[in-house]
């Protein structure tokens, strides 16, 4: 037996838990955690984290955390954070928060926030909505 790659895989209670190449993957209660690739996947309370090159993805309460590339996605309360491109995404309460290209999308109770690239340069913008 050998371990590949110096990858840490810790999970518990009934959650299904996957570490490749120098990841650390944590489940706690009834969720799946995946890393690859240099990443920390946090999901805890029936959430689903995936993370890929280098990011950091936290779920918690039944939301669901996609970070590809350098960023940060952060999800709390049942909501859908997704961060592509070293940007940071965060969602708190029953938002849906997207982030695609150097920018950050911040989305506060109930509002959905958008936010796109549309040039190569660093720039960031911040869109906040509220649904009543």
């Known amino acids: ?25 944590i ?51 049942y909501g859908i954070g997704i961060v592509l491109g070293y940007g940071n995404g965060i969602v708190l309460g029953y938002g849906i928060g997207i982030v695609l290209g150097y920018g950050n999308g911040i989305v506060l109770s109930y509002g959905i926030g958008d936010w796109s690239r549309t040039c190569f340069k660093k720039c960031s913008g911040v869109k906040l909505s509220k649904v009543t």
């Not at 371990?3 to 650390?24: A, E, F, M, P, Q």
């Not at 690859?36 to 309460?61: A, F, Q, S, W």
Request: hydrophobic share 40%; proline share 0%; glycine share 32%.
């Open 27 to 77: 489940v706690l209660g009834y969720g799946n955690g995946i890393v690859l690739g240099y990443g920390i996947g946090i999901v805890l309370g029936y959430g689903i984290g995936i993370v890929l090159g280098y990011g950091n993805g936290i779920v918690l309460g039944y939301g669901i955390g996609i970070v590809l590339g350098y960023g940060n996605g952060i999800v709390l309360g």
């Open 1 to 25: 037996l050998c371990k590949d790659c110096y990858s840490n895989g810790i999970v518990l209670s009934y959650g299904i838990g996957i570490v490749l190449s120098y990841g650390n993957g």
